[in-house]
């Protein structure tokens, strides 16, 4: 993969300059206004909040493959079946995007209806970073489970073959003025952040797989190379992604990792929302401070480095939103100009 010196081609460019542009293009391969907008939107936030593996970062890709006809801009997702809190719903290959977005909304009222809601999705694709959808969620009062399947792009434990996805998973919920958010693949690193790592030519902070030689690595170029990713807690995350994509596809009623490998790219996953409504639940009144205990005490550990700072899952994003809503958005030169030509 070729390198690049992020230092000497990276340029800051305004959210407002960034949802502008993807706007615009947007409505040029056949989006409505309002869909348009929530999707330039969402990439934008990504980005805003340093996830630029799933925001400006992947943008060309979501537009190649609507080139390529594996995304329906027009389609809506329909209802197949419903049964007390939970629904199962066919994306019939409309944006991930919207698609996460409908299902976050239903099971959010789903929720409130019963306490606990569950929406699985079914012939769905990318929904770029679920994290959105969980801070969308958590910011309304609910705890958000959810998680998808994918290709298989990792082996099982002591495997060399990929069977495995490395299905995202997503848990939130309410913290102060704020959230409480993992988003995390059953990879040590998504292929995204590897594949930043490698183009600014920087090393893992860890072993993130193996080599072709089959050594441990941290060089991200190596692992792509490779096509072997190292599972989280080895074994453990490798079984947690089987068991998460066996879940997927059994409650959406839709494709499982084996079987959406057997397509000629990545789309019509099967994808799962569960929300709960805290407000429901009798100690609803002490929840707020049981968190807020359980966090101070967390950040009370002993840091092995003194000038690292303990931080909670999700806490990192809101400093990252605050530096880009002030001083921009860092975008590779070569990224924003290959979105420029679209």
């Keep these: ?21 993807f706007y615009k293009i947007l409505l040029k391969y056949g989006f409505k206004k309002r869909k348009a907008l929530q999707c330039s939107e969402i990439f934008t936030q990504n980005s805003v909040d340093g996830v630029y593996t799933h925001g400006v970062n992947r943008f060309p890709k979501f537009v190649q493959y609507i080139k390529d006809g594996w995304i329906n801009v027009n389609a809506v997702p329909s209802l197949k079946s419903s049964v007390g809190a939970i629904e199962q719903w066919d994306g019939n290959l409309g944006p991930g995007i919207l698609n996460a977005l409908h299902a976050t909304d239903r099971c959010m009222n789903l929720a409130q209806k019963n306490g606990i809601g569950c929406v699985a999705l079914s012939n769905t694709n990318h929904w770029m970073r679920g994290g959105f959808y969980g801070r969308k969620a958590a910011k309304k009062g609910f705890v958000f489970i ?101 879940l997927a596809a059994v409650l959406a009623g839709g494709l499982s990792t084996y079987e959406i490998s057997r397509q ?59 530096k880009n809503l002030q001083d921009g958005i860092p975008v590779l030169k070569s990224i924003w100009q290959e979105i420029l030509n679209l």
């Design 1 to 21: 993969m070729k390198k690049i010196n992020e230092e000497d081609t990276s340029i800051k460019i305004s959210p407002e300059e960034i949802q502008s542009e």
């Design 146 to 246: 959810a998680w998808t399947n994918t290709i298989a792009n990792m082996p099982a434990w002591n495997a060399i073959d990929n069977r495995l996805g490395n299905n995202p998973l997503v848990i939130a919920l309410p913290y102060k003025d704020d959230v409480i958010a993992l988003d995390m693949a059953m990879s040590q690193f998504s292929f995204g952040a590897m594949e930043l790592k490698a183009l600014k030519n920087e090393r893992l902070q860890v072993f993130g797989g193996y080599n072709k030689k089959g050594k441990l690595t941290d060089d991200p170029s190596e692992i792509i190379e490779s096509k072997r990713p190292l599972p989280i807690g080895y074994w453990k995350g490798a079984g947690l992604a089987l068991l998460l994509d066996i």
């Design 264 to 322: 000629k790219a990545e789309c019509a996953v099967s994808q799962v929302f569960i929300c709960i409504d805290l407000k429901k639940l009798n100690n609803y009144s002490l929840i707020a401070s049981t968190v807020n205990n359980i966090i101070n005490d967390y950040l009370q550990s002993s840091p092995v480095n003194k000038k690292e700072k303990i931080i909670y899952p999700g806490e990192r994003t809101s400093a990252n939103r605050k």
